[in-house]
């Protein structure tokens, strides 16, 4: 049987790093295993569930590059066939109607609490035949759940886990309104779409016990649990808006990269070895192990991602680059990039990316070569233009001025030359051409930025310094 996954979320809110993360982990899984992997979005409360958070989980999806092979599947549109699997089971006897009032289950609950018991519901129409209620009253429709023995989940992350049915009761499948709660729905949707591997956080553990006993009623192919530990916050506390409980677009907006993310997220609970520091989700599927993934809780740390994203900003193709990193230039230069500044962005970031922590540093550390002059000069820049330095750049400034090739090579012979007949060392020359032509004290080579600015830029930037 081939493998099949889903992330099933509700559309309550924005996509957090707890559900990227899960999504991410049925991704690889499906992959790893050469099955499917199903996005369905379970929007049974419509009370609760909106579009905008239907569509910032698709975009959040999106943006990570977690591609659903089938799907979005919409659970309220499904919700026909998960009352008729309440019927059905109704009528061979597998659930029963319940008329308990709100009243009789509120003293069920009290007489639970002041026995010490855990509250529950405790089956008293499971076996009364319906003529004992006034007629047309209100009803729910439970499970006849087994009473005696055990419900063992055997979870590939956690092992074992063995629920007492004693401590189960018989749980509502169908509302008195006829809606179907989401414990019928999951299990008839999962059957339905052919689901392998229900891997998901671990707050639904004790849900899973319930969903096995509605499987087995059924008499239904039971999938494998895979339950994952929660996040905690970098100090070990509940993973908080401080922390990061915002939606992963968030982190794009702050500029990390997609493949940062995936590469961090999968490794909130997952370690694939100190020989690959970092992974490309399609690099970890093949690595990918549920039973390796760690059953205690996960934390989350800000600066493992912004390693990750140095990591794969130093690696991203320039072409990529500058697409994802123009909108950060155009905030930092408060402009848009017209196509020819796009175009000279691709050449400059090879110079430009093997620094940046995030897309706003790199933005930063690059924005001089768009800037108008006269361009903004840091203190220490402006401190390295002395008189004397002044003296050494108009050697310079001539020798540039006389090349009939512009172009790296020969702007470096220069330099050099000139490095040559004022006998000082290079940085004599080199640091107060780079505060002129950048306003700042670092910078790719200073032959790169003179070549990329072009002649006549670069050498106005240089005359308007010694001005
Ligand atoms: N819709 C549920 C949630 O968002 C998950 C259902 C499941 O994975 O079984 O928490």
Redesign the pocket.
Known sequence: MSTVTRF???PTGLLHIG?ARTALFNWLFAKKHGGKFILRI?DTDRERSTEEATAAILSGLQWLGIRWDDGPFYQHQLLARHMAVAQEMLAKGLAYKCFATQDDLTAMRAAAVAANRPPRYDGRWRDRPESDAPAGAPYVIRLKAPQNGETVIEDMILGSVTFRNAELDDFILLRADGSPT?MLS?VVDDHDLGVTH?I??NE?LP?AARQLQLIRALGWAEPTYAHIPLIHGVDGTKLSKRHGAVGVEYYRDMGFLPDAMCDYLMRLGWAPGAEHPHLTKDQAAPLFDLSHVSKGPARFDLDALTSANFHFIKEAEPAYLADVARPFFEKELSRSLSDAERDLLVKALPGLKERAKTLPHLAESGAFYFRSRPIPMEEAAQALLDIDAKERLRLVRAKLGELADWSHDPIAAAIKAAVGELGVKFPAVGLPLRAALTGRTNSPGVADVLDLLGRDEALARLDEALS
Do not use: L
């Open positions: 099933a979320p509700s559900g379970d989401y999951t229900v998901r956080g639904h849900n």
